[in-house]
Each structure stands twice: as C-alpha cells, then as structure tokens.
C-alpha cells in the first residue's frame, strides 16, 4: 500500500459517521451537561430585552419627581411608599411594552431589522411573551393594593389613577390599538408625564392635587420626544403595514420640528422657573448639549439608536428637574 492509499484510508476512517461520534462523544455529553444553565440565562436574559429596560426612564424619572413634589409640599417623604409606586409603575409599563411587542408582531409590523425583534427571531415565543405580561400586570395590581394599604389615598382616587394607566399602557396597542390611529402620541403623553406624576405624588400626600399636572408637562415633552423618534425611524416600515402614526401623517420634515419642539421647549420652560422662582431649576441646563446633538443627529437624519439617546437624555433632564425641585427653597416655587 503507498503513500496516498494509506492518506485515503485515514481520512475516509476519520469521516465516517461512527468515528466521528466516538471522537465527539465526550464533547456532546459535556455541552448537554453545561446546555440547562446557558439556555436559563440565556431565557432570563432574553425576557429582560423584551422588556425594553432603555425606556424606563420614561416611567421612573415621572415617580421621582412626583415624590420629590409631595416632599417639597409636605417636607416629608415615605421611602417605602416611593420604592412601591415605581414599581408599580415599572411594572404596568413592562407589561405595557410585551403587549406592544406582541401585537406589531401579530400585524406584521415588526420584522427583522425593527428594533425589537424578540417574536421576529424567536427568541421567546408568543406565549412566553403573554404570561410574562400577565405576570406583570399582576404584579402591579398587587403592588397598587400593598399602596392602597399604606398610604391615606382613597380607594377610588388609587383605583382611578391606577387602572387609567393600566388601561392606556394595554390600549395603546392591544383593543383598540391607539398607536395604530395615530393616537398613540397622546396616550403616552397623558400617562408617562400627569399621569404617572399624578400617582405618585397622590400616593405620598393622600389626596389629589392639580399642580403636579403643571410640574409634569417638562418631562411629559421629553418623554414623548422618546416616541416620535421611534416613529420617526419606523416611518417607511409603518406605512407599509398599513398603520397610520402622527409621524407618517405630518412627514419628516415636520416630524423634525416637532421633535425640535419636544426637545427644547422643555428648557424654555425651565428658563422661566428658574429666573422667576428659584436658580435650582436651572440644573436641568446641563443637559442641554445633549439635546443640540441629538437635534444634529434627527436632522441628519440618521435615526440610529436615537430613541435610546432620546430616553438617556429624558432620564437625565428627569433626575437634574428633580434635584431642581427638591433643592429649592420651601415656599419658593408656585403651589408648593
């Protein structure tokens, strides 16, 4: 036999099939042995993108600063009764998010280069993504009645507030589907800003006020911002799904100005409060150069990740508002 009968020799035996499974037996059983704890993490991990965590600014920095409102009005703050309310609220917006994901995924909204594509690419299927919504909106009924129990709030003002926000954060794309009418914009402004503002200023004082719904238009602005560039990024792939946003109905040129508006009318507003009332309301300022190069970057029109710096900038405006609040003077600011 010569040299080249014996090559072939070797590499037919190396190739077959059950020389093959003897060589990787060992390997196989090992990765079956390690497969349970990388597919758990894996799972777990795949559960907290489908959550959308970059968008919770939207629904802390409107807690923090009700609280930081009940704190300035009441000069007292229950710890508890605040790390309550943003769960309960974190949680409604979870919830609200998986029922989002699960709808554009059923219209055939989302596809393989939306942003979301947790159903898109099969990384949980849609039962997965329903239980966890469930789940969570039982967590935050649960949680609203731990509040109920606590604070002095009456029944019917928790439950009002409450399931508002509830109901908005399902509606928006399951029932009804306001995102899908062009109404979505005003839903997530009256419940990520007065609403949830609102609730967690009601939850630390015990009673209903208007002027949380004053001190809540800054951030609503900002929050909203958040949306209309995700919109704004989605125009082309709405349109062909048949869906209608306030994006698509006023084009991209006025879709610039109005996320201009969204930007920097916020500050506007902070301007005034700072040189009529207190100085401490100037801190949100700061922020400022984010928002001209955000403006640089919509204008540019290169829509690449700016719905997660728009929701960066919300939380940082949200926690320097904040601070503003919570640093002035007593008596300084109007209604507080």
């Known amino acids: 036999m010569g040299p080249a009968d014996l ?34 993490r894996q799972k777990c991990a795949a559960y907290v993108l489908a959550l959308r965590p970059w968008s919770f600014s939207a629904s802390l920095t409107p807690v923090a600063l009700g609280s930081a409102l009940a704190y300035r009005a009441e000069g007292a703050l229950d710890p508890g009764l605040l790390v309550g309310s943003a769960v309960t609220v974190l949680a409604v917006h979870g919830a609200g998010n998986l029922v989002n994901t699960y709808y554009d995924f059923s219209k055939g909204i989302d596809h393989k280069k939306s942003d979301d594509r947790t159903l898109v690419d099969q990384i949980l299927e849609p039962q997965d993504v329903v239980r966890f919504g469930v789940f969570l909106y039982t967590v935050g009924c649960i949680c609203a009645a731990g509040l109920y129990a606590v604070s002095t709030l009456k029944l019917e003002h928790l439950a009002l507030i409450y399931f508002g926000g ?16 062009a109404l979505g914009d005003v839903v997530i402004l009256i419940t990520f800003g007065p609403l949830a503002v609102m609730f967690a200023h009601a939850v630390q004082v015990g009673y209903l006020s208007v002027s949380p719904l004053l001190y809540a238009i800054p951030l609503a602005l900002s929050t909203e911002a958040i949306l209309h560039s995700n919109n704004t990024r989605d125009m082309e792939s709405d349109r062909q799904a048949g869906i209608v946003t306030l994006a698509i109905l006023i084009g991209p040129a006025f879709s610039y100005i109005l996320y201009t508006v ?65 640093l002035a003077p007593a008596g300084a600011l109007p209604k507080l």
């Open 262 to 326: 969204l930007l920097f009318l916020p500050y506007l507003i902070f301007c005034v409060l700072a040189t009529r009332y207190t100085i401490s309301m100037a801190l949100p300022l700061l922020t400022i150069p984010m928002a001209f190069s955000l403006e640089r970057q919509f204008r540019s029109q290169n829509f690449n990740k700016i719905p997660q710096r728009t929701a960066k900038l919300n939380l940082l405006l949200g926690l320097f508002y904040v601070f503003g609040i919570t």
């Open 7 to 40: 090559a072939q020799k070797i590499s037919i035996s190396a190739e077959s099939p059950r020389g093959s499974e003897r060589n990787g037996s060992g390997t196989a059983l090992a990765g079956a042995e390690r497969a349970p704890p990388g597919t758990w």
């Open 166 to 181: 509830l109901s908005s954060s399902f509606l928006y794309t399951g029932g009804i589907g306001f995102k899908y009418v």
